[in-house]
């Protein structure tokens, strides 16, 4: 294995030492299962074979596993840190899972490029176990770490002087975009899977370059199928074309915006109407997690019903936000129904899962 040297929390090990170590961090019953999710990946990165395997977080379906060849992995390491200006020696910190491909990645890119990989327990708010002298070059956090952090002034402070932060797993609440938007760090959202191992897309979220619009990046190839959806050609990522059931609008052959997934497209009455879309349009009337979803309808065959993350409201409040909902969306676009439920089933990522009932 060419990439065989780690450096984490200032200590670096290479080769067999690296392996022993990994092979030893792993039998030690004090060590904390995040951190041993890290080394158990560190000891498959070591060993022979040309390929690991991967889990999926389940956002879109049921959680699977995957095997991929390494190679790629280190190719999609070489693609970002060649975008973000990667330089060895470089201060990345690694706040998400091992288990997953975003935290696995962050171990990849650490090996590649010679990060000095700082490691936490990965949590809502985990800049709030560093310290505030601190400074980070790169970090992948999901939306809902990056709202955490900006609530209190410990971890505020320690984000807004990371130098490059990427966000994904999960949508961007605009009410989060607007709080990106007013920091002075940069700041990005990525569009990937682990299928194609990260991200192949890269968001601007602030400064005048900001336009709500996804940049594909070196290598890989973008298409849209009959659907309306996102084709992904990247074999130094994935060998064969990859078709997903992401709903994009292209504004020139590398640059598109996201819609929503065909998968959760509602047809109503014949009205195909796109969730994601009309919960763009409501952003500013809610603060609590909300989601359009459709419904059986025997008349219409679906029909489309919003359901809020709280606890019922009254009868006032709820006519009051019927009347809010007419002012911004259109005839068909309006909920026939609004359920409430206390809290809503979420990814591992904080993904929140569409799915009606208790």
């Not at 392996?19 to 990165?45: G, M």
């Not at 074999?235 to 819609?259: M, Y």
């Not at 009337?285 to 979803?293: D, G, H, P, V």
């Amino acid at each position: 294995m060419q990439y065989n040297q780690l450096t984490l929390n200032g200590e670096t090990s290479k080769g067999i030492a690296l392996k022993q170590k990994a092979i030893a961090k792993i039998a030690d019953p004090t060590i904390p299962t995040w951190e041993k999710n890290i080394w158990l990946f560190v000891e498959a990165w070591l060993n022979d074979s040309s390929e690991i395997v991967l889990k999926t977080s389940g956002s879109t379906g049921i959680a699977k596993t995957i095997v991929v060849n390494k190679q790629n992995m280190v190719n999609s390491a070489l693609m970002t840190g060649t975008y973000f200006g990667f330089e060895a020696n470089q201060v990345a910190l690694l706040c998400l899972s091992a288990e997953y491909i975003a935290g696995k990645m962050m171990i990849v890119r650490a090996l590649v490029w010679g990060l000095n990989l700082w490691t936490v327990e990965p949590s809502k708010n985990p800049l709030q176990a560093l310290s505030t002298t601190i400074n980070i070059d790169f970090v992948a956090m999901v939306p809902l770490q990056v709202a955490e952090s900006l609530k209190d002034t410990h971890s505020q402070a320690i984000f807004q002087r990371i130098k490059t932060t990427i966000i994904g797993g999960a949508p961007i609440p605009k009410t989060l975009q607007i709080q990106i938007q007013a920091g002075a760090n940069k700041c990005y959202a990525t569009f990937g899977m682990t299928e194609t191992l990260s991200h192949v897309a890269i968001q601007v979220l602030n400064g005048p370059c900001a336009d709500g619009y996804y940049y594909g990046l070196k290598n890989v190839k973008l298409l849209m199928d009959k659907r309306g959806c996102l084709v992904i050609d990247a074999p130094h990522l994935h060998e064969e074309k990859l078709i997903t059931n992401d709903l994009v609008v292209f504004k020139n052959p590398d640059v598109f915006r996201f819609l929503g997934r065909y998968d959760n497209l509602v047809n109503s009455g014949g009205v195909k109407l796109i969730p994601e879309v009309l919960e763009a349009k409501i952003a500013g009337l809610l603060s609590e997690a909300y989601f359009f979803i459709g419904e059986k309808d025997k008349a219409l065959g679906e029909r489309l019903v919003l359901v809020i993350e709280s606890e019922t409201w009254n009868a006032e409040k709820q006519a009051q936000f019927q009347e809010a909902l007419k002012a911004v969306l259109g005839k068909y676009e309006c909920p026939k129904a609004i359920y409430f439920k206390p809290i809503f089933e979420r990814t591992p990522t904080g993904k929140v899962r569409r799915v009606l009932g208790s």
